[in-house]
C-alpha cells in the first residue's frame, strides 16, 4: 500500500486547512486510515481516523471539534480538515494505514499502523 499526502502549508491562528491522503495498491484488507502529527523531539502523536467499515472516527481530545476526519467520496482517501487552528498544531502531519486486526486495536498508536506517507508541514501562526 502507497499513501500519498497532499495539503498542509501554513495559516493563521484561527484559520483552517485541509489535508488529503489518497492510498493505492493492495487496499482490500484495510482497516481505515490515521493521521499523526510530530514535532522535533517529541513521539509520533495521535490525530484522528477513519474506519472503513461503518465510518467511525475517533479523535485526540487536543483537536476534537476543530479537526474532522472522512472519506473522500469514490476514492481511498481521507481528508483532514482543520479549523480553529492553534498555534501548537504546527507540526509535521502523517497519515497512515492498518490493517484489519483481530487483536483489538485501538488504532492510535503509530504500532497499530502498517504503511505511511511522507510528512506534510502545517505551521500556524499568531
Known amino acids: 500500500v502507497q499513501l500519498q499526502a497532499s495539503g498542509g502549508g501554513s495559516a493563521q491562528a484561527g484559520g483552517s486547512l485541509r489535508l488529503s491522503c489518497a492510498a493505492s495498491g493492495p487496499t482490500r484488507n484495510t482497516w481505515g486510515m490515521g493521521w499523526f502529527r510530530q514535532t522535533p523531539g517529541k513521539e509520533r502523536e495521535f490525530v484522528g481516523s477513519?474506519?472503513?467499515?461503518?465510518?467511525?472516527?475517533n479523535y485526540a481530545d487536543s483537536v476534537k471539534g476543530r479537526f474532522t476526519v472522512s472519506r473522500d467520496n469514490g476514492r481511498i482517501a481521507v481528508i483532514l480538515q482543520m479549523n480553529n487552528l492553534r498555534l501548537e498544531d504546527t507540526a509535521v502531519y502523517y497519515c497512515?494505514?492498518?490493517?484489519?486486526?483481530?487483536?483489538?486495536?485501538?488504532?492510535?498508536?503509530?504500532?497499530?499502523?502498517?504503511?505511511w506517507g511522507q510528512g506534510t508541514q502545517v505551521t500556524v501562526s499568531s
Open positions: 497512515a494505514s492498518a490493517e484489519r486486526s483481530s487483536r483489538g486495536l485501538s488504532y492510535t498508536l503509530a504500532s497499530d499502523y502498517h504503511y
Open positions: 477513519y474506519r472503513w467499515s461503518g465510518g467511525a472516527t
